[in-house]
Each structure stands twice: as C-alpha cells, then as structure tokens.
C-alpha cells in the first residue's frame, strides 16, 4: 500500500502549484481521499476532500476559491490545484485515503510547499 505525493516546492505568493498523490496497492476508486496540511509548529488540517466518485468536494474555508481536490480513478491519481497561494499557505501536504467500510487508512509521506518571496 502507497501513497506518493508530488509537485511541491518554492513558489512566490500569488503563485500556483499542483501538487499529487499517486496510489497503489489498494482499491483506489472505492476509498474517500483527502488532502491535509501542517505547518510548523501547528496541528495537522483537513484542506479539501473528495469522495470515491469524485462528485462531491469539501473545502477548508481558508481555502475555498483557492484550491480545487479532483481525482483520476483510472490513474489511481487525486490532485490538489493551489491558486493565489499566500505565505500562510506554506506547510507539508499529505495525501491520505480512507475506505470506512472495511476500516482502511493511510498516509502518503508529504511534500513540502513553500510560499515565500
């Protein structure tokens, strides 16, 4: 079982970055997928959610207009597109996969993105 993150790294503030998140190992189309984030020093956070399907999407509301979770059930792919990325933005995110069913979880290991000048 994998989840590998990608895309992040330095990227100027009003800037955009795609980050994603390649899995295997398990059934990928039947698992609610999740993007979250920590910043130093502070709690893990839920940023966007998208169900198996890919129908429906939840946001944190710093991030609402911003960013946009999508997913390729073909690819075993979910992405996370970051627009008019600010400062405070700045933190590891991490993929992490959920089928509540069959109490399946796991964690991708990060991928930093920094927003800075």
């Known amino acids: 079982v994998q989840l590998v993150e990608s895309g992040g790294g330095l990227v100027q503030p009003g800037g955009s970055l795609r980050v994603s998140c390649a899995a295997s190992?398990?059934?990928?189309?039947?698992?609610?997928m999740s993007w979250y984030r920590q910043a130093p020093g502070k709690e893990r956070e839920l940023v966007a959610f998208?169900?198996?399907?890919?129908?429906?999407?939840n946001y944190a509301d710093s991030v609402k207009g911003r960013f946009t979770i999508s997913r390729d059930n073909a690819k075993n792919m979910v992405y996370l597109q970051m627009n008019s990325l600010k400062p405070e933005d700045t933190a590891v995110y991490y993929c992490?996969?959920?089928?509540?069913?069959?109490?399946?979880?796991?964690w991708g290991q990060g991928t930093l993105v920094t927003v800075s000048e």
């Open positions: 190992g398990f059934t990928f189309s039947r698992c609610t």
């Open positions: 992490y996969a959920q089928r509540m069913s069959v109490q399946f979880e796991h």
């Open positions: 998208i169900n198996s399907f890919g129908g429906s999407t």
